[in-house]
Every structure is written in structure tokens, then in C-alpha cells.
């Protein structure tokens, strides 16, 4: 069975921590763990992440250094976050199946994503990326870097950035040559490097792909059994953070549908992961969203919120 | 015919740069024709390359960002600059493939090469990395970081780390599935994530592998028919920068070994170039040293340096 796992930002780093390798290599243990059993059952993984905290980590690196080193745009700095949580991720994960003595290694890859230059999402920029700002500060660096700035639910400023639709991945064919070898491997990191084609010609863009929408993307592109979005909590919740809320065991295409046009689920969170399982069980895949520690349980079934087909 | 390539500092930035994404697309642009011409000649092409530059502003990035953000350890740097330089150096290689019309794809890997952690390397620590300082500042940092820091031909300070002999790459099994589907595959860029075994299990360590030693381990691991160390010079030359300069058409192993032995080739540059096809000419393989913009010619012997059997 081919399962294509989304994993979230809590499984590379904790939430609130410094953003040391320390921090990252002990959550990544935990997370390797977890997909090592899941590997260990016989499971050809295909396994994707978000680079949020990563990316902002640079971003805020390259800002304090521009004086001196000219920072980079955001497609090269997702390739940076790829390179970093890719190998962090490969070597915890490899670790985790020596351990149980699995002979699948793992291989981290460079991915690229073809998006269209003409989404919508380049004219209302909404993803925040890097560091907050109070709002003179960003107003000055605003000016001179010429990058959009929108106020947060916080009352901060930060940069905000194109979410546009994932189209398909440059390196479709040697992906799956990959993935056909028996192999772990590891994609499309932070939703992928962002690219439109122009004349046939590939041309990195200032954007960020959402990652829950590239992972179902990738399913399709591997032909996966099933997608996997993995997660702090145990399962999708209705009326989440009011006395009447509710966890879900299963959830129908048809029920998600409506409870997305409700706005049940927030944008930035639970609404993507849900967008992306009910695209890809649409397609005629099967999906699930659960807890990262229960990963087995929610493949099978046993824990987490399965979307059905209506 | 599989033909390694191992790419210089200059094929990805030009020497005396600023480091900014402008300067690599267009250096890459060239070098990506060149590589292109060998792709479209029938060439099964595995490429590499070097990372000193990119690292270096990483490094300077993070130095003058330390207050706000932990610093990585050069393990995760390397990999950083894995997945920047392995975007840039695919994308503007695919641009070039799909000019030509040709269906090869170009996959870039995160790639880990294990060393040993007995290496007498790294009680020598030799190879300076990031930014050069004068006497004080190299002190405080040395003392607030523990970082080794070694006087410069230039009278100035850098930081120096250990550079060990690469043993294998931890991914050889899926990197030799990948090369084998037919694409181009980019691989252990900056000598490889270098990596020590312990009790079964993988570790970062603080270290730089020579990126020439890396090609030739690479060629062996992939089967490879020829290794090209592809560089900003036409030939290699005997009594360089002497009125007895003398270029090189051919050299043989043994001619080789007694020119490193007499001290002829610098050991930052041309030496580790020769070491690398030597190996690979001892251990059967064909091996040349050329100009970049020759790529062609020098794998066809009509340009370049050809390292012969004694």
C-alpha cells in the first residue's frame, strides 16, 4: 500500500521553541518513530512537510545580514528549508528503520512546483511569512524591499505573500521512478519550490504553496493508496473550542463540504488538511487526519477522522 | 555512457560576487548550456558540485543573526546549501534540456557521505569556512562558540574545520535507482552532508568534505564510465604562473602522483581536482580536467586534461 503522509509543523519543531537543531532533531525522533512503524507494516511512504517556522527562521536571518549578503527570494529560500528539514527528516527517519532493521533508506528531494501566474492568489497575497513587525517597522521595511505587508489577528504586521493552487511537479518522472524503487522518500517540502513555466521556460516565484493542497497533489502524482495528514490532534473536531464541540470519527466529502462553506474549520489550520483529503477522496483515494503518535491507528482506521465519499 | 560531473565554484557564482540570486542564474544559465550539450549528446549525466561560497554567507547570515536565531552546525549547513544550490543548478539545467526538446528531467538529492570519526582530520582542522576576521574578533567568537579558527595566507582569521575522507553516501541504494531511470540527478553538492556511523546510527558532525574526493566516490557508486572535474582553466599546467608554464594535454597516473608529491598543484584548487581523477583512473575508470565552457570536448579528449593509466 502506498501512503502519502503530510506532516505538520509540530513534527519537525516544537511550537514556541528557539528553532534549535537540538529542538528539531529530538521532535524528529519522535516523528520517525511514529513512521517507522508504519514503514515496518509493510507501508511504501511517500512523505511531505510544511517549512513555516524554517522559512521565517531565514527570513529573519537573511534581514538582519542584508547589509552584507544579499538575502534571497522566496523560492530559493523554500529550496534552503528543503535542503535543511529534508535532511534532518531523512537522517531521524533512517535512524528509526536501522533501528527496527528495515533495509528501505531514505532520499530527500529538491521539489519543484508548477503553479499558474495568473492565480488569483498573486493579486491578493494573504500568506504570512517570516517575522512580526509593529507597524512602523514594517512600513520602513516595506519601502525599501517592496514587500506587502498585512496586519495580523495579533495587531503585528507581517510580510504576506501568493498561496497559489499546486499544478504539478517538474520532477513528476524521476519522483516516481523513485518511489517505484521501494525507497522513503521525501517531497515537496513546504508545499515545493514555487515555479510557473513561461515559453516553456521554468522561472522561480515570490509565493508559498500551501502544503496540505501539494500533499494531496503528490498522492495523485504517486499514485498513492491513501493520504495521510498527521497532525497535533487526535482527531477533526465540530464546535472545536466551545462546550458543544464534537470529534469526528468519520466525516463524508458531502458533511466537510458544508462544514468548510460554514467556515467550521480555520483557514490557516484544520480547513486546508480538510480541503486536501476530500480533493483527494474525490479522486477516488482513501484519507484520513490524526495524531502524528497514532499514525498506524489512523491508517487503519482505529483512531483519527476518516473522509468517506458522500 | 554515465558521465559524473563535478562542478567548480565559479560554474555557479562568479568569483568576487556579491552572492546574489541574479549573479547564480546567470552563471548557471551558462554553465547549464554546456552540461546540456553533454545531455543531448547521449550523456547519462550525474551531477555535483561545490558550496564554499554559498555556505560561506550562510555562515556570515547566521553570525549576524546568532541573537535571534540558533545558528546551525555545518552538517545542516551543507544541507541548506544542498537545496539551494541543487534548485538553482536544476532549474536552469531543465530550462536548458527543454530548449533542446529533450524529455530528461532533473532531480536534485539531499545527500549524506559518511566519514569516519577516528579521521585524523579532525584533530587537523584545516579547511576554513564563512567569513575571514582580524586576531580579536576571531578570539571572541572562538571563545563565545568554541569554534577553531587558523590564520589565512592573507594575514587573516578564519574559522577552520575538519575535512575527512568521504566513505560511502548513505542514500547509494536509491541515488543508484534514480541515475539508472534515465534523468539527470544532482547529488552530494559540497562534498555531501558528511555524516559518522555509530552503533548503527547516524550523526552530523562539524566538518566539510572535499568536493573533488566526494566526485570520485560518486563516480564509483554510480558506475560511471568517465569523471570530468569541469573548472575555469583550459588545462592543468605544470609550473603555473612561471615562465615555464607548460599546459597539459595528458598525464598519467603516475606522472600524477609525482607532481602532487613535488608540491605542483595548490592543494586548495588543482591538487584535490588530480587526487580525485587519479582514484578513478586506478580504480578503471576514465577521467578528465577541462574548461567548463569545453564540456563536450573534454569528455571527447579534444580539450582538456585526460588523466592516463601509467
Known amino acids: 500500500m502506498r501512503v502519502v503522509v503530510?506532516?505538520?509543523?509540530?513534527?519537525?519543531s516544537p511550537a514556541g521553541g528557539t528553532g534549535s537543531v537540538e529542538e528539531m532533531r529530538a521532535a524528529l525522533t519522535e516523528t520517525a518513530a511514529a513512521l517507522a512503524d508504519l514503514v515496518g507494516a509493510g507501508t511504501s511512504l511517500?512523505?511531505?512537510h510544511g517549512n513555516g517556522p524554517q522559512v521565517g527562521r531565514l527570513l529573519l536571518q537573511q534581514e538582519l545580514a542584508a547589509g552584507e549578503v544579499p538575502p534571497m527570494p522566496m523560492d530559493v529560500c523554500g529550496a534552503l528549508s528543503q535542503g535543511q528539514v529534508g535532511y534532518l527528516v531523512a537522517q531521524a527517519l533512517d535512524n528509526a528503520l536501522r533501528r527496527r532493521q528495515l533495509d528501505a533508506r531514505v532520499?530527500?528531494?529538491?521539489?519543484q512546483v508548477v503553479v499558474d501566474g495568473r492565480d488569483p492568489a498573486f493579486r491578493r497575497p494573504s500568506k504570512p511569512v517570516g517575522p512580526s513587525y509593529d507597524r512602523p517597522a514594517a512600513q520602513e521595511?516595506?519601502?525599501?524591499?517592496?514587500?506587502?505587508f498585512a496586519i495580523q489577528p495579533d495587531g503585528r504586521w507581517r510580510r504576506v505573500v501568493a498561496s497559489p493552487r499546486p499544478l504539478r511537479f517538474v520532477e513528476e518522472a524521476p519522483l516516481n521512478a523513485l518511489v517505484d524503487s521501494g525507497?522513503?522518500?521525501?517531497?515537496?517540502?513546504?508545499?515545493?519550490?514555487?515555479?510557473?513555466?513561461h515559453h516553456g521556460q521554468l522561472r522561480g516565484v515570490e509565493a508559498v504553496i500551501d502544503k496540505d493542497r501539494t500533499a494531496a497533489l503528490l498522492a495523485?502524482?504517486?499514485?498513492?493508496?491513501?493520504?495521510?495528514?498527521?497532525?497535533g490532534v487526535d482527531r477533526v473536531q465540530v464546535g472545536f473550542g466551545t462546550p458543544s464541540a464534537r470529534a469526528l470519527q468519520q466525516l463524508t466529502?458531502?458533511?466537510?463540504?458544508?462544514l468548510l462553506a460554514a467556515g467550521e474549520f480555520p483557514e490557516g489550520s484544520m480547513g486546508p488538511k480538510i480541503e486536501a483529503c476530500v480533493s483527494f477522496v474525490e479522486a477516488g483515494g482513501r484519507a484520513?487526519?490524526?495524531?502524528?503518535?497514532?499514525?498506524?491507528?489512523?491508517?487503519?482506521?482505529r483512531a483519527g477522522t476518516t473522509i468517506l465519499p458522500s
Open 141 to 148: 521595511i516595506s519601502q525599501a524591499s517592496g514587500h506587502v
Open 107 to 111: 532520499l530527500s528531494l529538491v521539489t
Open 46 to 48: 511517500v512523505l511531505t
Open 220 to 231: 495523485l502524482a504517486v499514485g498513492a493508496d491513501v493520504l495521510l495528514v498527521l497532525t
Open 253 to 258: 466529502v458531502a458533511e466537510a463540504r458544508e
Open 288 to 301: 484520513a487526519i490524526g495524531a502524528l503518535s497514532q499514525a498506524a491507528d489512523v491508517l487503519a482506521g
Open 6 to 12: 503530510a506532516l505538520g509543523g509540530n513534527a519537525l
Open 183 to 197: 525507497h522513503v522518500v521525501v517531497a515537496a517540502g513546504g508545499g515545493g519550490v514555487p515555479v510557473v513555466e
